[in-house]
């Protein structure tokens, strides 16, 4: 089954056979629901209710020539399945209403009308309180209860760990990878160069990505992870803040996912009331690492400056300096 808007009856067709529609339920039209990176997800409208069906692929959607892995869709959905007995964790996620691993399909619950948080890359935007604090909420609950010293081995989850590995620890680090960072903003290329040159950053960085992918033994135990929490993966809807596309779950540090949070509250310019209220409201478990944290912080700007994954972001060139010297600052 090759998911298509542009054959909705052969949707409804698939749709009821594996009784996610009714034998009578007829699908009105089908949209895109936002502008996702991975994945190909529509919006499947009916006279009587919503869905989303999300597809993965053996590539990304956004950029068909990055390979990625297919199963991801997956490894999503069995997160849901996880997490979805914590009632606080399963109030703030789309409902899980079906499973294809055949065809990396899943059918979740329709949000309804949303956006994503990534507007708080714009200039003067700000994130809210309560929003601030649903999202620490969130990880802390997610990361207390799921801690363990034998991770569940369903979440593994390498070969995405693969490809994240390469996007945040090798690819932007690599002084000619073909990417000319001049076109994202003239003079960012020059910039970049230092960090690419310094061999000892490199080391820093190369330590980091063995955490990450597990080839390194931190000796702590470890937790369920979203594994890609930043304003992309966050949505505000009628019902409120809620959490979406925990495709790169894993087994990990808590470090990273709080570290990611924090690097994009500070690309994203949010003032220090609001970097405190998460430092301050996060739980951590008793062997969180703050320095630990502040090295994933400082890469996940780096790679989001200098890497292919660029952002939305509406910064001078002297304001990338600062925060690339504040990264490098925290991965000392």
């Excluded at 065809?103 to 309560?130: H, I, K, W």
């Excluded at 135990?221 to 890609?228: A, K, P, Q």
């Excluded at 540090?253 to 970097?275: I, K, R, S, W, Y």
């Excluded at 890469?299 to 660029?310: D, K, P, S, T, Y």
């Amino acid at each position: 089954m090759h998911l298509d808007a542009q054959q909705p009856l052969v949707l409804q067709d698939y749709l009821r056979r594996r009784g996610w529609l009714d034998t009578e339920e007829q699908i009105s039209s089908v949209e895109k629901p936002g502008e996702g990176n991975m994945n190909y997800t529509l919006r499947v409208i009916t006279p009587n209710r919503t869905l989303i069906v999300k597809q993965s692929r053996g590539y990304v959607e956004k950029y068909p020539t990055i390979p990625a892995p297919a199963e991801r869709a997956i490894i999503e959905g069995q997160f849901y399945q996880k997490t979805q007995v914590i009632p606080m964790l399963a109030s703030q996620m789309p409902n899980l209403l079906g499973i294809d691993e055949e065809n990396n399909m899943l059918v979740l619950e329709d949000l309804g009308n949303s956006s994503d948080f990534t507007y708080l890359y714009a200039p003067c935007r700000q994130l809210g309180v309560d929003d601030a604090l649903a999202l620490t909420d969130f990880l802390t609950e997610l990361h207390t209860h799921f801690a363990t010293i034998t991770p569940d081995p369903r979440f593994a989850n390498q070969a995405m760990r693969a490809l994240n590995h390469e996007h945040i620890i090798n690819y932007p680090f690599l002084e000619d990878n073909g990417f000319n960072l001049d076109t994202v903003q003239p003079g960012l290329q020059a910039l970049a160069m230092a960090y690419k040159r310094d061999s000892s950053l490199k080391k820093t960085v190369a330590r980091l990505g063995a955490l990450y992918t597990g080839t390194s033994e931190s000796g702590k135990s470890v937790t369920l992870l979203h594994g890609d929490y930043y304003p992309g993966s966050w949505l505000q809807t009628e019902s409120g803040t809620k959490i979406i596309d925990p495709e790169f779950c894993f087994y990990g540090p808590p470090e990273f996912d709080l570290g990611v949070m924090m690097a994009h509250l500070m690309m994203a310019e949010q003032p220090p009331t609001v970097l405190n209220t998460v430092l301050s409201n996060y739980e951590p478990m008793a062997d969180f690492d703050e320095s630990l944290r502040k090295r994933f912080t400082g890469v996940e700007i780096m790679r989001r400056l200098i890497g292919l994954a660029q952002l939305p972001l509406s910064l001078s060139l002297d304001t990338k300096r600062d925060l690339l010297d504040e990264a490098y600052s925290l991965l000392q």
